[in-house]
């Protein structure tokens, strides 16, 4: 990926004529608006790009299920869900590089038996035609698990998706124990919906996820939505297990505050200070009920600093992901199948710090 100025201006790199063409894509005076707004923020905050952990990319039809779902207020949803950004495939793409949008996800997810594989191979085929997005694969508690998350990862998959309350599963279901193990061996980060929120499910909370990061504590966990509503027992478990992480998806935007808001306490608000090197960006997208800048803005009113901003924007998941260098798509395995640039591998003694990701906090062993 190109690099920009740490202003976010720079020159007219491949990124830049990027968000142009994404300006294009929409051609109205609105959609140049709400990207100027991203633009702005990039700007003040001095950010070379975003990257966005939890957007969502799936086969046509799934997501327009997945829409009219949101639109009756389906039970796993519980209220009226408006879809800001209802559009085509290649035109959702170019808005989030009209955003700044460096790599993406395509977070998708089963909700029965036999929907994985072929969801993964749309998936793997999505982003060899979208070089920044990074590939993504989800999995379900069903004979043949194993197999094919292990296949995932030999052919360079570099994030999963599980989802415990639309899936209906217990993350401890013993068909899940060696998928889980090869994952946390791997590197590979899992990208989870397990809080009980917007409604809970039979699996949904931390409970669960205690049980599963004390057999696999090496698990790259990033828990969706800093887990909604059980905010701060998800950042215990984040506290006490250093490859946990949150993302911010939804979370303090005013959709989210009217049925779960987080605390702004001065407690709760350090702890998310002492977690910035662990907090990722997520949004959503394209399944959100107001503009992609309203997340960035509700961050930046924690009024954490500029460097926290920059970490959780940006710098924490490219040093996660490996990202500087290469394409976000797929990337190649080391001998021990850990993903990409391990921070270990590379920058000799001492820990790697990817520039803008939060500050190093040296840790003992976690008990």
Known sequence: MSERGRDGQGGRDGHGAQEERGARGRGTTAAADEQQAVRAFRERVGLPGLVDVHTHFMPDRVLKKVWAYFDSAGPLVGRAW????????????????????????????????????????????????????????????E?????????????????????????????NDPLLDPAWGLLADAGVPVVAHCGSGPVPGNFTGPGPVAELLARHPRLRLVVAHLGMPEYSEFMALAERYEEVRLDTTMAFTDFIEESAPVSRDPETLGRLAGLGDRVLLGTDFPNIPHPYVHQLEVLERLGLGDDWLRAVCY?????????????????GQGPTGTQGQDPADTQGPGPRRHPGAGPHRPRGPRR
């Open 315 to 331: 710098g924490n998941a490219a040093a996660l992901f490996g990202l500087d260098g290469g394409s976000a798509g797929t990337q």
């Open 143 to 171: 004979p043949g698990v194993e197999a094919y998350v292990k296949e995932a990862v030999t052919g360079g998959v570099r994030v999963f998706k599980a989802h415990v309350q639309v899936g209906g599963y217990d993350p």
């Open 82 to 141: 408006p879809i800001t950004y209802r559009h085509e495939e290649d035109e959702r793409v170019a808005l989030l590089r009209g955003f700044g949008v460096r790599a993406f996800t395509s977070m998708l997810y089963p909700h029965k038996p036999g929907m994985a594989t072929w969801l993964n191979a749309w998936a793997a085929d999505f982003a060899a035609r979208t070089p920044d997005c990074l590939r993504t694969a989800t999995l379900f508690p």
